[in-house]
């Protein structure tokens, strides 16, 4: 069956412009996670999304960031107002549940560079 | 602050055992222990987790020492593809969620 799937796969901004990143989970995953990884370092967890609960936000690192998923499906990361400091690899995740023996299944990533 | 510790770099040859460690003297009795992998410029794969007992796949095994503080992932015969950055993981839980902290993993590098 599909992956998850992102886009775009590369996004190049410049400075101060608003963007948004897309990721679709596999079907009947109920968890979704948003990471980011910067050139040469391990991946930094961002926010979490568990069915209909409120989203566990302790990773955004600024209110520059922003997540919404939409009918427990199609999530979209929202970075406003972009920083040079933005540039990384946006992964997201899915899981079947919360039980934490459920493995995650990582998406390919979106490249967003910041100029 | 990543949970975990592993070395930085490891070459292995191919064909032979690759022993990858991971210290996590902070673990609690309910977190499991986690293995992923990243290829270059792709997404994190998973590969095996465990509590207490040492688990095998067809990936891979896992060792656990008694103690659970720290655990060994074992590629049996490694091959080129087997080349990536491997980390260990504990997940954490907060306020019911299971976020995982990843560290800097190890570079393992198979060589021909």
Redesign the interface.
């Known amino acids: 069956g599909a992956g ?1 799937s992102q886009s775009p796969s590369n996004k190049v901004t410049e400075k101060g412009k608003d963007v948004e990143l897309r990721c679709d989970p596999i079907s009947g995953h109920t ?1 979704l ?1 948003w ?1 980011r990884q910067s050139l040469g ?5 961002l926010i ?1 999304f ?1 069915g209909n609960s409120a989203p ?1 936000k ?2 955004l690192p600024s209110d520059r960031f922003s997540a919404e998923r939409t009918g427990g499906s199609v999530s979209t990361l929202t970075i406003q107002r972009t920083q040079q400091e933005d540039s990384a690899v946006y ?1 997201c ?1 899915s899981s079947l549940g ?12 979106t490249r967003l560079t910041v100029t | 602050d ?1 949970k975990t510790t592993q070395p930085t770099s490891m070459d292995c040859a191919e064909g032979r055992a690759a022993n990858l460690p991971c210290n996590h003297s902070t673990i609690s009795g ?3 222990v ?1 293995w992923y992998r990243q290829i270059h410029s ?5 590969i095996i ?1 465990g ?1 207490k007992n040492n688990e095998t796949n067809e990936m891979a095994s896992l060792i656990i020492t008694e103690d659970r503080k720290s655990s060994t992932l074992i590629l049996p015969h490694a091959t080129l593809r087997d080349t990536a950055v491997y ?1 260990c993981i504990v ?1 954490l ?13 190890t570079r393992l590098k198979v060589l021909a």
Request: aromatic share 26%.
């Open positions: 998850v968890a996670y990471y370092q391990g991946l930094e967890f979490y568990q566990d302790s990773g992964l995740a919360t039980v934490r023996s459920y493995e995650q299944y990582f998406g390919p990533g | 990543a309910n977190e499991y986690y792709q997404g994190p794969q998973y987790h509590l980390y997940s839980t907060t306020s019911g969620t299971y976020k995982y902290i990843f560290g800097t993993g």
